[in-house]
């Protein structure tokens, strides 16, 4: 295990005390910084971006020398690299998000999807994690991450992200054998993914379940967490000392069962109550969240009120790492980041003070 000059968000993870709450943000690295901005440009475009290792450095590190109160660092990079790398022509459009130029429509396609190299197709994402690391040395943790099987697979039959998900609903309903036998591939492509990233230096996991909160009460559980839990056993088994932590948004629902899988923590969207979550898991995993990400749109006075809420939320003692509730929005002014920031660093000693 590596040491940092910085492990708060390591040890809160483990449930062990800390001096004051850690704090990061999901897309912490993107398009509301103004020098991130500078970076895409010089990349091109958003995929030549991710696939430079040096410049996936340089936009990684870019919210940490920006905001000293950051205590851990995310890599640079996108959930959908793994479809990517199995040949579906990934592309972005503007407005619209991500394209694929060929979704999968049936058996045949996904019959035919081929399983990435996380060391030949995906290099670039682990050679972006080496750079990081060495760059980071003992600053802090780096987090490397996949989405979940279930949000992949909505991507690759839907052929973009949407709302009424109808079509890979109806596989749900209508196919539900051909429907696991995607998630099965994005089962064993995913945990290669992540297994990889774990060798390649990253010092904790996170699997983002985007849609898995689309799902009723028993498809969540067949095809959203079931997935994750087969994942979470493989990495658990390999690298038993690297925290893996799980987040569906809107999943508020089915924490203890989320809790159950062996995972290190949870992170949660706003739409769930911090200190009811507690309650329900108790000691089993470290919490994760969630301050609703718009809040940042608010003043500095209204981000340090709702900041205030979460912490007692939560309460006092370990095993809270503050985070949003989703990712940063690009129309987020980067003072109000550094407001939240500033006031999770102020305000959340008083609950971790030993009596």
């Not at 539900?176 to 995913?190: F, G, I, M, N, Y």
Request: proline share 7%.
């Amino acid at each position: 295990m590596r040491t940092f000059k910085n492990d708060r968000f390591l040890r809160a993870l483990a449930r062990k005390p800390v001096d004051r709450t850690p704090v990061w943000m999901m897309r912490q690295a993107g398009r509301y910084l103004p020098e991130y901005r500078a970076s895409r440009a010089k990349a091109g475009d958003f995929m030549s971006l991710c696939r430079n290792a040096e410049l996936c450095c340089e936009v990684t590190l870019q919210p940490l020398d920006r905001y000293p109160g950051l205590d851990t660092a995310i890599l640079f990079s996108d959930i959908l690299t793994i479809p990517d790398a199995m040949g579906l022509g990934l592309r972005f459009v503007e407005g619209e998000g991500p394209v694929f130029d060929r979704p999968l429509r049936d058996a045949a396609s996904i019959a035919a999807l081929p399983i990435p190299d996380p060391e030949g197709e995906l290099r670039y994402v682990m050679d972006a994690v080496r750079t990081i690391r060495n760059a980071l040395g003992d600053r802090c943790p780096l987090i490397g991450f996949a989405g979940s099987p279930w949000t992949l697979a909505t991507y690759m039959v839907e052929g973009k992200g949407g709302q009424e998900f109808a079509r890979i609903k109806r596989m749900r309903f209508e196919a539900p054998e051909l429907l696991r036998q995607l998630l099965d591939k994005l089962v064993q492509a995913t945990t290669l993914y992540l297994d990889a990233q774990a060798c390649a230096g990253a010092d904790a996991l996170m699997v983002f379940d985007t849609w898995g909160g689309v799902l009723d009460h028993a498809g969540y559980r067949q095809f959203s967490l079931e997935p994750m839990q087969r994942i979470v056993n493989a990495l658990k088994a390999r690298h038993p000392q690297i925290p893996v932590m799980l987040f569906t948004k809107n999943g508020g629902q089915q924490l203890e069962a989320m809790a159950a899988t062996g995972c290190d923590a949870l992170g949660l969207d706003w739409t769930t109550d911090l200190g009811e979550a507690r309650a329900r898991v108790g000691s089993k995993v470290a919490l994760q969240g969630n301050l609703d990400p718009l809040c940042l749109l608010g003043t500095p006075e209204v981000i340090r009120a709702e900041v205030a809420t979460v912490l007692a939320s939560y309460g006092p003692g370990p095993g809270h790492i503050f985070n949003l509730g989703h990712g940063i929005t690009p129309e987020v002014n980067p003072d109000h980041a550094g407001a939240m920031i500033e006031a999770v660093v102020q305000l959340s000693p008083r609950y971790h003070q030993v009596v």
